[in-house]
Structure formats: structure tokens, C-alpha cells
């Protein structure tokens, strides 16, 4: 490198090989608000951006991206291979159960298959020891999702002067509701 140009110390920090990814003090920094900055952390925070594409996308066109399923399934694999405290063979049982309820609830046209296929992804993450709280967590933000769709086609958008559409395919977005429960699942997982 020519004399006199001033790399802002990002020569230092390629320079030696850190002990751990807090080793410099910008890291430091990050890591002193409360965020460990490790492999794992980022798999949780990518998961979570996946998880708000899905809702986002259910939202604007009841449709969930079949891509975000596959997204979220290879990061869980990433999130295992990292070392996380998972029991693999009990974690792809139980996302088979609720694919299994889920398929019966979508013969029935109760749930729609990207609702099914995003809660059982989403069940291998939560595994034995978080499925309880996490299905608990998305049924109760479904019902208040619920109410809400219900009140604003009632009463919020008539008093806005909006003419609300009956069209039977546009349902409730229960993606939201279960973008609602990973968002509280992967805080567990943060947290160990």
C-alpha cells in the first residue's frame, strides 16, 4: 500500500487474526448493547427477515413463497450445524406432525398450504423443548389477527370511507400471526 493513504484502521484489523468476533472495539461496541455477535445471532436475525418477507407477502396476496419455506429450512440446518443445542431427529418429528395436522386442516380448507408448510418449518426450529409455547403463541396472535380483520372490515374502513370487498379468497393472513410467533421463538433461542 502507497505511503500516506489512510485505510481507517480496517489495514489493523485484516492485519491479525482476532480471537473472537469481538475482538475490535467497533465490534465491542455492538456487543456492548446486548447482542451477542456470533454465527448463530446471524442465523436468527436472517430468519427473522425471512419470516417478514413471508408475513409481508401474506399480507399484500395471501400467498406465502414457497422460497422462504426452503430459506428458512436450509438456515435451520445452518443453525444446527453451528452447534445449537438441538435435538435434530425429535425436531424433524414434530415439524412432521404439524405437517400431518396441517394437510388434514387443508383438506378441510381451514388453513392454507403456505400457512401449513410455514408453521412446519417453523416447528422443526422451535423442536421439543420450544413447539408448546410457540403453537400457544401463534393461535393467540392468530385470534387477536382475527379480531383485528374483523373490525377494520366492520368498522374501521366503512368509518374511513373505504368500500371493504367480500371476495371469498382473500382470508385472513394467519401468516402475520405466525411471523408473530417465530419473532417470539427466536428471542428463546437468542436467549439459550
Do not use: C
Request: charged share 10%; aromatic share 10%.
Amino acid at each position: 500500500m502507497p505511503d500516506g493513504m489512510d485505510m481507517g484502521g480496517a489495514s489493523d484489523l485484516l492485519s491479525g487474526q482476532p480471537d473472537s468476533l469481538t475482538g475490535h472495539e467497533h465490534l465491542q461496541m455492538l456487543a456492548g448493547f446486548g447482542l451477542p455477535l456470533t454465527v448463530q445471532a446471524t442465523i436468527l436475525v436472517l430468519a427473522a427477515g425471512v419470516v417478514t418477507w413471508a408475513a409481508i407477502s401474506d399480507l399484500r396476496s395471501n400467498i406465502i413463497p414457497n422460497s422462504a419455506n426452503v430459506a428458512l429450512f436450509v438456515l435451520w440446518t445452518g443453525w444446527v450445524v453451528s452447534g445449537a443445542d438441538t435435538h435434530v431427529w425429535y425436531s424433524l418429528a414434530i415439524g412432521a406432525g404439524i405437517f400431518v395436522v396441517g394437510a388434514f386442516l387443508f383438506h378441510f380448507g381451514q388453513m392454507g398450504g403456505g400457512d401449513v408448510k410455514l408453521l412446519t418449518v417453523l416447528g422443526i426450529w422451535a423442536g421439543p423443548a420450544q413447539v408448546l409455547p410457540f403453537v400457544l403463541q401463534v393461535g393467540l396472535a392468530g385470534g387477536v389477527l382475527t379480531m383485528a380483520w374483523i373490525a377494520n372490515g366492520m368498522f374501521v374502513a366503512p368509518a374511513l370511507g373505504r368500500v371493504v370487498h367480500n371476495d371469498s379468497k382473500r382470508s385472513v393472513p394467519y401468516g402475520v400471526a405466525i411471523g408473530a410467533g417465530a419473532y417470539l421463538l427466536f428471542a428463546r433461542l437468542w436467549n439459550g
